[in-house]
């Protein structure tokens, strides 16, 4: 079992810049990716950012050049660092780490409002 904390979310107007942080507890030794996701009102969730735990990242071409995902395994921490917010930005943002062999977990998600 996995469990995870976001936090950082909040209300920024667009333009601006929130870092989203992910806590990780639990069983960790066999997590080989986590990633942010978001889901916007009446839309699917989609995937945001992923860190390979070999320290590739992929990123999607709608945030590639403003978000930057990033990881502290000493802390088990996994951070999303957004910049140049758009109003198309707003969702909520999920956490999630895949585990070897198939399981997957997520966290309760937070707001990000951008306002334009």
């Known amino acids: 079992q996995v469990q995870l904390v976001e936090s950082g979310g909040g209300l920024v107007q667009a333009g601006g810049s929130l870092r989203l942080s992910c806590a990780a507890s639990?069983?960790?030794?066999?997590?080989?990716?986590m990633g942010w996701y978001r889901q916007a009102p009446g839309k699917q969730r989609e995937l945001v950012a992923v860190?390979?735990?070999?320290?590739?990242?992929n990123y999607a071409d709608s945030v590639k050049g403003r978000f930057t995902i990033s990881k502290d395994n000493a802390k088990n921490t996994l951070y999303l660092q957004m910049n140049s917010l758009k109003s198309e930005d707003t969702a909520v943002y999920y956490c999630?780490?895949?585990?070897?062999?198939?399981?997957?977990?997520w966290g309760q998600g937070t707001q990000v409002t951008v306002s334009s």
């Open positions: 999630n780490a895949r585990v070897l062999p198939y399981s997957s977990y």
């Open positions: 860190h390979i735990s070999s320290g590739s990242t």
């Open positions: 639990g069983s960790m030794l066999n997590i080989y990716n």
